[in-house]
C-alpha cells in the first residue's frame, strides 16, 4: 500500500507570505495528524483530524495556522502570514484506529519549511 | 511534567556492537504504548518497535528489542549487531488516553552515531 505522503517536500518563503502544504494519508484512514519539529527541539503535536472533522487543535500554535481536510481524504495545512519562528519541518501521520494507544502513526516524509 | 525523557542527546558506537538506547515516560493511565521511531538523514520517520502496556513480555523485531521495565517506567530500545545504516535520530513516543485524547508524545531524540 502507498504510504503517507507529503508535498512539498521543501519550500523556502519569506516571511509575511503564504505557504500550503499538503498531506495525502493511506487510503482508509480516518486519522490524520500534523506534527511539527522546530531545529533542535521535540517533535510537537499540532492537530488530529478525524474523517473531515478536526477532533483536536490544541497544538496549533496561532491564528496564523490553518487546517483542512475536505472530504475526510487528503489534508492541508496553510500557514498565513508566515513568520520566522515557523521554520522547521512539518510531518504528517494518519492511522486507521482512533482510541487505540497500540495503534502506530505511520508517518509521511515531512515538509522542511524555511522562512527568511 | 515531561512525559517522554530521553536522556542521550547523542550516543556513539561501534559497527556491529549493541547499542541502548535510554527512554522513560510518565503516565497514570494503565493502558498506554510505547514507540520508537528511527529518523534517517532523509528525514522520514520510520516506525520500529512497539511495546503495550499490558504485554508479558519485551517486544522484539528483528535487530530491535525494547527492554520494557513496567515498574520504572522505562522503555530502552535495544538495537544488536549495529550497522552503518543505522545512524540516525531515535526518537521515544508514547499513547496514553489520560488527557491526551491518544496523541502520540514525542521524546526529545538520541542521535546516534554508528563508528565503521
Known amino acids: 500500500e502507498a504510504g503517507v505522503t507529503q508535498f512539498p517536500s521543501h519550500s523556502v518563503i519569506e516571511k509575511g507570505q503564504t505557504v500550503t502544504l499538503r498531506c495525502d494519508p493511506i487510503?482508509?484512514?480516518?486519522?490524520l495528524y500534523w506534527y511539527r519539529r522546530v531545529m533542535g527541539k521535540e517533535i510537537k503535536f499540532l492537530l488530529h483530524?478525524?474523517?473531515?472533522?478536526?477532533?483536536?487543535e490544541s497544538g496549533m500554535p496561532n491564528n496564523r495556522f490553518l487546517a483542512e481536510r475536505t472530504g475526510g481524504t487528503y489534508s492541508t495545512l496553510k500557514v498565513q502570514p508566515a513568520e520566522l519562528e515557523d521554520s522547521g519541518v512539518y510531518f504528517c501521520?494518519?492511522?486507521?484506529?482512533?482510541?487505540?494507544?497500540?495503534?502506530?502513526?505511520?508517518f509521511g516524509n515531512g515538509t522542511r519549511l524555511t522562512v527568511t | 511534567a515531561q512525559k517522554i525523557t530521553q536522556t542521550q542527546p547523542g550516543m556513539f558506537v561501534q559497527e556491529k556492537e549493541a547499542v541502548t538506547l535510554d527512554c522513560t515516560y510518565d503516565?497514570?493511565?494503565?493502558?498506554?504504548?510505547l514507540f520508537w521511531y528511527k529518523q534517517p538523514s532523509s528525514g522520514e520517520m520510520i516506525f520500529l518497535i512497539y511495546?503495550?502496556?499490558?504485554?508479558?513480555q519485551n517486544a522484539t523485531e528483528g535487530r530491535y528489542s525494547l527492554n520494557f521495565q513496567k515498574a520504572r517506567k522505562s522503555a530502552n530500545l535495544v538495537i544488536s549487531a549495529s550497522q552503518l545504516g543505522d545512524s540516525a535520530m531515535y526518537f521515544c513516543?508514547?499513547?496514553?488516553?489520560?488527557?491526551?485524547?491518544?496523541?502520540?508524545?514525542f521524546g526529545k531524540g538520541t542521535l546516534l552515531t554508528v563508528n565503521p
Open positions: 483530524f478525524v474523517k473531515e472533522s478536526k477532533q483536536d
Open positions: 501521520a494518519s492511522s486507521q484506529h482512533q482510541g487505540a494507544y497500540n495503534s502506530p502513526l505511520h
Open positions: 503516565t497514570s493511565d494503565p493502558s498506554y504504548g
Open positions: 487510503s482508509g484512514h480516518d486519522n
Open positions: 513516543a508514547m499513547r496514553d488516553s489520560g488527557g491526551s485524547n491518544y496523541k502520540l508524545t
Open positions: 511495546q503495550g502496556s499490558y504485554d508479558q
